[in-house]
């Protein structure tokens, strides 16, 4: 399925990654579209290496020359580096790692008297706090209007601090990779035309782990066309501690109407016993997308507890 947005419900164990590998695969083979136009995108560095291996088994060097699989931090990093002129960087930017980033705080509330500098904990809260208002994309100017707390309006100052000394070393952290693009698409006309006119087609794994950054990053890129496989299950959501929120699966019917979704349901890892026990659990679960996973393997042994 080509002609427009798709979104693949993909249960555990039912072959998830050979539906982008294939796929693409497919869009150069047979739709005629080179591998330089194509996107891939998913979490992790070891998950993008194994489809970028399984795709090339698919197809011929010359075939998969210039095909994009990487995760959504190296994407970002390349389009940031791509875009050097429309950001506010220079050349050669340092990315902080999240040692680099305690410090730092650590040193602003040093500088500020600020009660706490101390405190590995309060530390750590900080960190967090300004990671979400950054995935959320909220900028520094505007964190104070979501505080509750006195201590929350204590980290929206920290947070202002805190970005203008990024800028100030000519340095971004692990949230900006996504943020920066993400912005940078929504605010500069030019520059969203020409990336939806350099991937004309995404493919993006284990949807339900994106935050709002990255959705807002997906849905920028692919533009009104929406020629994206996105590829997922909200019952695998683990990640809702670093702001992935699985709500974005059901988000995407409403802003791509047209959207076709498929549900891949068999799983053929696990035994039944195994499959029926989990969808008695998942059955919990208040999720906007139903499916109901099955397995033709054996029964398999009982479970113990």
Same mark, same amino acid.
């Given at each position: 399925y080509t002609q427009g947005p798709l979104?693949?419900? /993909? &249960?555990? &164990? =039912? &072959?998830?990654? =050979?539906? $982008?590998?294939?796929? $693409?695969?497919? !869009?150069?083979?047979?739709c005629g579209i080179p591998s330089?136009?194509?996107?891939a995108m998913t979490f @992790?560095?070891?998950?993008?290496? +194994? *489809?970028?291996?399984?795709?090339?088994?698919? *197809?011929?060097?010359? +075939? /998969? #020359? &210039?095909? =994009?699989?990487?995760?959504?931090h190296n994407f %970002?990093?390349?389009? !940031?580096?791509?875009? !050097? #002129?429309? @950001?506010?960087? #220079?050349?050669?930017?340092?990315?902080l790692d999240a040692d680099d980033c305690k410090r730092i705080l650590m040193d602003l509330m040093h500088r500020d008297n600020l009660s706490g500098a101390e405190s590995k904990e309060l530390i750590a809260k900080a960190m967090k706090m300004i990671s979400d208002w950054k995935n959320d994309l909220i900028p520094p100017e505007q964190a104070?209007? @979501?505080?509750?707390?006195q201590e929350d309006v204590q980290f929206a100052h920290l947070y202002q601090l805190y970005e203008r000394n990024l800028r100030a070393y000519n340095a971004v952290d692990f949230d900006d990779l996504i943020v920066m693009p993400a912005r940078l698409l929504q605010e500069n006309a030019e520059v969203r035309d020409k990336w939806q006119n350099r991937v004309r087609y995404l493919l993006v794994d284990e949807y339900q782990d994106t935050n709002t950054a990255q959705y807002i990053l997906v849905k920028l890129l692919v %533009?009104? *066309?929406g020629q994206f496989t996105a590829v997922g299950d909200d019952d695998q959501s683990i990640y809702a501690w670093r702001g992935a929120k699985p709500e974005n699966m059901a988000l995407l019917q409403t802003d791509f109407p047209n959207l076709k979704v498929v549900k891949l349901e068999q799983n053929y890892r696990s035994t039944q016993i195994i499959v029926k026990a989990a969808n008695s659990i998942i059955a919990n679960n208040k999720n906007q997308l139903e499916k109901n996973v099955f397995s033709d393997n054996e029964e398999g042994e009982k479970i113990k507890v």
């Open positions: 979104l693949v419900l /993909a &249960g555990a &164990g =039912s &072959g998830k990654t =050979s539906v $982008i590998t294939r796929k $693409i695969a497919y !869009l150069v083979k047979h330089h136009r194509i996107t @992790t560095n070891k998950a993008a290496r +194994e *489809m970028k291996e399984r795709v090339t088994k698919l *197809m011929t060097r010359e +075939e /998969a #020359k &210039g095909l =994009s699989v990487s995760t959504f %970002g990093l390349n389009l !940031l580096r791509l875009e !050097l #002129k429309n @950001t506010p960087l #220079k050349n050669n930017f340092s990315i104070h209007t @979501t505080c509750e707390t %533009g009104v *066309m």
